[in-house]
C-alpha cells in the first residue's frame, strides 16, 4: 500500500528549539507539501515543492522553512519553534500535473506540543 | 480557489445510505470536484473526484448536478468507520496551487 509516513506521531519540544519534521513517500511523487490544522481554521497551507530542491510558499510559510534534497523526502523546519506553532501538522504528496485528476496522500500527522 | 459549502454535521443510522451535500455556484467550466473525508485523528483521505459526470468508485459516488453549481457525495451503506468530516473541494482549472479545505460536514453514524 503506498504510503506518506511522518516520522513522529507526538512532538514535545521548548520554545526557541530547532525542530525537525520529517515526511517521507514511497509513490515517487514530485509534488509534496505541509500543511497545519488548527481547531476552527481547518488545514492551512505551510509550503510545497514540485521538485527536488524547489520549493514555493503556502499560505503561512512564516516561521517555516523547508528543505527537499531528495524525492522522496521533505522536511519541515521550524527555525525558532513558539508556543503558536503548537498545531497538528500533515504532509502530503501527489503526481505532477495532477492537481486535477489525481488524489493527495496524507500522512498520519504530527501533533506538535511546543512548550 | 473557488468556495464551497456544506452543512456543517449530519447524522445517519448504520447501514443506510449518506447523502453529503456541497453547494459550489461560483464553479467555472475546468473545476473539478473533489472529496476527502478525514477520520478523528488521521490525516485526510482521497475518496472521489469529478468534472461533469457522475462518478463511481469503491468508496463512494459522486453525483454532479447538471448545471454543475452542486454535487452530492453518496456513501451507499455508512458503516461506524465512516464517521468522519468530509471535505468538498474544488480544484481549479490549470492552477498548480494547493487544495484548499473549508470546514467540511462532520457525519455521525449511529449503530
Known amino acids: 500500500d503506498v504510503k506518506v509516513t511522518q516520522s513522529s506521531r507526538y512532538l514535545v519540544k521548548r520554545t526557541g528549539e530547532k525542530v525537525f519534521l520529517e515526511c517521507v513517500q514511497d509513490m515517487d511523487h514530485e509534488n509534496m507539501f505541509w500543511y497545519r490544522q488548527d481547531p476552527g481554521l481547518g488545514l492551512r497551507l505551510i509550503y510545497f515543492?514540485?521538485?527536488?530542491?524547489?520549493?514555493e510558499k503556502g499560505d503561512i510559510p512564516e516561521g517555516y522553512s523547508v528543505s527537499r534534497e531528495k524525492k522522496e523526502r521533505f522536511s519541515l523546519i521550524l527555525e525558532s519553534a513558539s508556543t503558536n506553532q503548537t498545531s497538528m501538522y500533515l504532509c502530503a504528496s501527489s503526481l505532477w500535473g495532477s492537481f486535477l485528476n489525481y488524489g493527495y496522500t496524507f500522512g498520519s500527522g504530527t501533533r506538535l506540543t511546543v512548550v | 480557489d473557488a468556495k464551497t459549502t456544506q452543512p456543517n454535521s449530519m447524522e445517519s443510522n448504520e447501514e443506510e445510505p449518506v447523502h453529503l451535500p456541497c453547494n459550489h455556484s461560483t464553479i467555472s467550466g475546468t473545476d473539478y470536484i473533489h472529496w476527502y473525508r478525514q477520520l478523528p485523528s488521521q490525516g485526510p483521505e482521497y475518496v472521489i473526484h469529478g468534472l461533469t459526470s457522475n462518478v463511481n468508485n469503491r468508496m463512494a459516488s459522486l453525483a454532479i448536478a447538471e448545471d454543475r453549481k452542486s454535487s452530492t457525495l453518496i456513501l451507499h451503506r455508512a458503516t461506524l468507520r465512516d464517521a468522519a468530516v468530509y471535505y468538498c473541494i474544488l480544484r481549479v482549472g490549470g492552477s498548480q496551487g494547493n487544495l484548499i479545505f473549508g470546514k467540511g460536514t462532520k457525519l455521525s453514524v449511529k449503530p
Open positions: 515543492s514540485y521538485d527536488v530542491k524547489m520549493k
